[in-house]
């Protein structure tokens, strides 16, 4: 059976260059992609831009240039950014293409026909920012939260798609398949937006008031909802037609469809999309997962908060597969990362210079020393301490597949990593530099470096999906030039030629000084000589006030309290109260806990987060609610943040 896997990023707008938050999500689809062929799948991989709308004739208009210039010029940086990254698409989409334009308006035509797009009037609040209408609730203190700008009022005729018919069918799909939307959290958010009865969705812009998009088959006073035209890249790059006339693409790859994409673009993907899949008679992409944010100064990296890290100047500075391997190892996929290039710095001296690197060096410097530069023959005996490092690698290989497969990047490379540091270890509890003075101990010693070789080569394999350049020199340094493959080279003892010549290995990772820093983390700690910004004056003035210091307790005290990890369920507010929100929480065991913090978090915000709770309170009634338990919060200035925990970590963990 041949196995397939299609894999997509969201197609980028073009009214900004790239920067690091772009390059994260298709260097995670680039990993995913060589990790399935590795795993002996034929995949394949799109990304692309998404050149319609408001936001770039905007930024068209303020340069003085045609949309389609300014499309041309930025989509041109995105594709000029994949290659130095090792992000390497099967295709490329644009949707200013005229075969996804064609596409896009035969898929309106066919809907329009059949009655699930009507015409009506319609008055709502509609954010240029995300460019779509947002209901009351998403609204934070009347502010978009992703623009943090109030929305516009708009009434207009427009044209509506029929979403609320698909809205029951929607959510028995994500129930029935639990991975639809993963990490599970997004899916608990998508199902808690679907309580509410889906208003239809505004496909239609008049040609009044924007005209850089694609025009209606059915009315040209309109151009097409910019969203409504972009997700469909996901089908026009396969090569879909709406009469049933596909290309083979199409039909080998869209029953596997994976999209990727970060929380801000959940709504359409979970919701609009799977519907407007569903109007055209076609079953829904078979998995969405959603990513953090990564963070700088604490606020997600956009160019409207002038806070971004430029992937190019990155690799210029420390290297592809530093940079790779940093954002893989440093975010766990689904939650937020902060961004500093000290934490790069840190990694690339900690794990690549020194475990990885000096494994490298020091292993093929005792080829060069002892056996000639030749691969020694495999052992003819094993000892213990080479079982164990054997029984680990093959285990490694087991484990990464199964988080790599999972989107566990980070535990897929701590994986790795525990190997490395057993291979070092191996090192020094077999003293090899010892065995080579003495003659007898000569096979011990071609037995400890062919393990070590072997431990080499077995972690380069799936490194080849997180860093293909440091795996290719790995490879060529062990005399291998087959394409990395799970299936045959997944054990001990695979592939190693014995007696193949070892040519000069080269370093893998140069140490580097820690004096490197962006602007904004200079700024942050004010040695810029440069003035602090906005937010970090904001953040000044906003320190706590010191009401004097709680009185000591003792450790036996502190023991007294029971802090565990819970994982929110479900949230509610409590009727009649303004600050009271109800919480069913797991811990790991389901409890309630009621919370005094509806005034600062929505309940849809908080399912799927983890928080810290106090669990042996004694249960008290709040507004006719027992409450369980206490979640633990900070507060500044009257505003409230709940506590949680860096990492995902079971339900119901300890804190101490
Ligand atoms: N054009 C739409 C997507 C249409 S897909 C049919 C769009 N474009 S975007 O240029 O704004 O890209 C958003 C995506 O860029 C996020 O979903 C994520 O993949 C990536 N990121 C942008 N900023 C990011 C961070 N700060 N952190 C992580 N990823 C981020 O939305």
């Known amino acids: 059976m041949i196995m397939k896997s299609y894999i997509t990023t969201p197609i980028f707008y073009v009214n900004a260059a790239p920067h690091l938050g772009h390059a994260y999500t298709s260097i995670v689809a680039d990993t995913y992609n060589r990790f399935r062929k590795i795993a002996g799948y034929t995949s394949r991989f799109q990304t692309g831009t998404d050149e319609h709308g408001d936001k770039i004739a905007e930024a068209a208009a303020n340069s003085g240039v045609t949309p389609k210039e300014y499309a041309d010029r930025i989509s041109r940086q995105f594709q000029d950014t994949w290659p130095p990254l090792n992000v390497e698409p099967d295709n490329f989409i644009r949707t200013t293409d005229p075969k996804h334009i064609a596409v896009v308006q035969s898929i309106l035509q066919k809907i329009y026909d059949q009655g699930d797009i009507v015409f009506s009037d319609y008055t709502g609040l509609y954010c240029q920012g ?65 309580k509410e009865p889906l208003t239809d969705l505004c496909i239609s812009r008049p040609t009044s008031r924007l005209t850089w998009g694609i025009p209606l088959p059915f009315d040209n006073n309109y151009v097409t909802y910019v969203w409504f035209d972009a997700l469909i890249n996901y089908l026009t790059g396969l090569g879909y037609s709406p009469d049933g006339r596909h290309a083979d693409l199409f039909r080998d790859f869209w029953p596997v469809a994976e999209h990727i994409i970060a929380k801000d673009i959940l709504k359409p993907h979970a919701i609009f999309w799977p519907t ?45 597969d530093t940079v790779r391997y940093f954002l893989l190892r440093e975010m766990s996929f689904g939650l937020d990362s902060s961004f500093s290039t000290e934490a790069l710095i840190t990694r690339q001296n900690s794990d690549l210079a020194n475990d990885l690197g000096n494994l490298f060096s020091r292993s093929l410097a005792m080829v ?187 450790f036996d005290d502190f023991l007294r309290l029971d802090l565990k990890v819970a994982t929110v369920k479900a949230a509610e507010k409590i009727p009649k109260s303004d600050r009271l929100l109800k919480l069913t929480v797991l811990a790991p065991e389901e409890r309630t806990i009621v919370a005094g913090i509806a005034e600062h978090y929505e309940p849809e915000q908080i399912v799927g987060k983890q928080v810290i709770i106090v669990a042996n309170l004694q249960p008290v009634m709040l507004m006719g609610v027992e409450s369980h338990g206490m979640v633990l919060a900070a507060k500044n200035d009257g505003k409230l943040v709940l506590s949680s925990v860096t990492d995902e970590i079971p339900a119901g963990s300890k804190v101490a």
């Open 130 to 194: 995300c460019e779509r209408f947002l209901t009351e609730k998403e609204l934070v203190d009347g502010l978009c939260p992703d623009h943090k700008k109030a929305p516009e009022e708009i009434s207009e005729k427009n044209y509506f798609f029929k979403m609320s018919r698909y809205q029951d069918w929607l959510i028995d799909h994500l129930k029935n398949n639990s991975d639809f939307v993963t990490p599970e959290r997004y899916k608990n958010e998508v199902l808690s937006f679907l």
């Open 276 to 320: 407007m899949l569903k109007a055209m008679g076609l079953e829904p992409y078979q998995k969405l997962h959603v990513h953090g944010y990564w963070n700088v100064d604490d606020t997600k990296m956009s160019k409207s908060l002038g806070n971004i890290i430029k992937p190019l100047e990155l690799v210029a500075d420390y290297g592809v």
């Open 368 to 554: 060069k020393k002892f056996t000639g530069n030749q691969i020694p023959e495999p052992p003819k005996e094993m000892t213990e301490l080479d079982e164990k490092l054997k029984r680990r690698a093959n285990k490694m290989i087991v484990s990464v597949q199964r988080n790599m497969g999972d989107f566990s990047f980070n535990k897929a490379l701590q994986n790795i990593w525990e190997v490395v540091s057993k291979a070092n270890k191996y090192i020094v509890e077999n003293a090899p530099w010892t065995l080579a003075k003495d003659p007898d101990k000569k096979e011990r010693l071609q037995a400890v470096i062919y393990n070590l070789l072997e431990t080499l080569r077995m972690i380069s394999l799936p490194l080849h999906a997180v860093m293909p350049d440091t795996a290719r020199k790995m490879f060529d340094a062990l005399g291998i030039d087959a394409e990395p493959d799970f299936a045959s080279m997944g054990e001990w003892g695979a592939n190693l030629k014995p007696g193949t010549d070892l040519g000069e290995v080269p370093p893998l990772f140069p140490r580097l000084e820690q004096k490197r820093k962006t602007e904004s983390e200079a700024q942050k700690r004010g040695d810029s000589g440069k003035p602090a910004s906005a937010a970090q004056e904001k953040r000044k003035s906003a320190s706590p006030k010191k009401s004097g210091p709680a009185p000591q307790v003792t």
